[in-house]
């Protein structure tokens, strides 16, 4: 449950202090001169509870570890078991954990995380994407080589496919954890 704080309190009377002119207090609905209910400050109004709402959840601490992290440190135990696989020539493994990193398993996010981690990503949100498409880019070359049971390529695409998840680890991971201490 959303916890509205002395914080909350705070911005909702700041919001009603400046909407309190335009409204005709006995019916709770802003009024142009013509007496007639006005639209525009009705959207406006509605506009800006709505955003009162949507950045409080955003700014929320977390209760829990966010689905991300926990997406993180499977994509972890796959690359571990893909090392392993690599080591002991087994290319079922090396392609199945290869599929596990392109299309990992994770429970839903909620809206609320969803927009904690959007309002994190900012306008990184493009740069984000298209690192998290090229890792699964690279996972799919490496299950493509290890189907094929050819060793070096399997091992080349290995290394492109652990290049690409430090490119995002190094630009992400340190903000990320920063940002979202439990």
């Not at 916890?3 to 919001?15: E, F, G, I, N, R």
């Not at 969803?114 to 998290?132: C, E, H, I, P, Q």
């Not at 498409?133 to 091992?155: F, P, Q, S, V, Y």
Request: glycine letters at 4%.
């Amino acid at each position: 449950m959303l916890d509205l704080s002395p914080q909350t309190d705070h911005l909702v009377a700041k919001l009603d202090a400046a909407i309190a002119p335009h409204m005709d207090w006995a019916s709770r609905i802003p009024r142009c001169v013509e007496g007639r209910p006005d639209m525009r400050r009705i959207r406006h109004r509605f506009a800006a509870w709505a955003m009162v709402f949507l950045v409080i959840p955003a700014s929320a601490p977390a209760a829990e570890e966010m689905v991300l992290s926990k997406v993180m440190k499977e994509q972890g135990k796959s690359m571990q078991l893909i090392a392993g696989g690599i080591a002991r020539e087994d290319y079922e493994q090396v392609a199945k954990a290869s599929l596990a990193v392109i299309d990992p398993p994770h429970p839903p996010s909620t809206l609320a995380e969803k927009f904690r981690l959007m309002s994190f990503l900012g306008t990184n949100v493009g740069r984000f994407k298209a690192l998290d498409g090229e890792t699964k880019e690279r996972a799919t070359d490496l299950a493509n080589a290890a189907r094929a049971r050819n060793g070096e390529a399997t091992i080349a695409a290995f290394q492109r496919l652990q290049t690409s998840c430090l490119a995002c680890h190094t630009e992400f991971r340190k903000p990320f954890q920063d940002h979202f201490k439990p």
